[in-house]
């Protein structure tokens, strides 16, 4: 059974620091490439980062491009976003998903990715 669950998320301050955690199960990481989403109160859901299953090749998108990095750790099979210099407009539900090719999450397509975990709740704000 495949599930994927986050962690790490809560309230933090504008300029802060969070690092949310994705841990997989029911597949292994060498399989799957793995994206982070996320979805701000009004908003559609936007991809934030991917990293490919296929040679650990990193996406970042724009607006948290120097902020934000994805990494993961096959031992653990667990999959990282460590999010620095948090900003008002970075809260939202974010959420990590799987899907086996790579292409869905490199060209920002949620509706391709096969396996969503639950979603985790990221405020920033003082």
């Known amino acids: 059974q495949v599930q994927l669950v986050e962690s790490g998320g809560g309230l933090v301050q504008p300029g802060g620091s969070l690092r949310l955690s994705c841990v997989v199960s029911?597949?292994?990481?060498?399989?799957?490439?793995i994206g982070w989403f996320r979805q701000g109160p009004g908003k559609e859901r936007e991809r934030v980062s991917c990293?490919?299953?296929?040679?650990?090749?990193?996406y970042i998108g724009d607006s948290v491009e120097g902020r934000f990095a994805i990494s993961r750790d096959n031992a653990k099979n667990t999959v990282y976003l460590q999010m620095n210099s948090l900003q008002p407009e970075d809260t939202g539900v974010y959420f990590c998903?799987?899907?086996?090719?790579?292409?869905?999450?490199?060209?920002?397509?949620?509706?391709?990715?096969?396996?969503w975990g639950q979603g985790i709740q990221v405020t920033v704000s003082s």
């Open positions: 998903a799987a899907e086996t090719s790579g292409s869905s999450c490199l060209f920002g397509y949620s509706s391709g990715m096969d396996y």
């Open positions: 029911g597949f292994s990481l060498n399989d799957y490439t």
């Open positions: 990293i490919m299953r296929s040679d650990s090749n990193i």
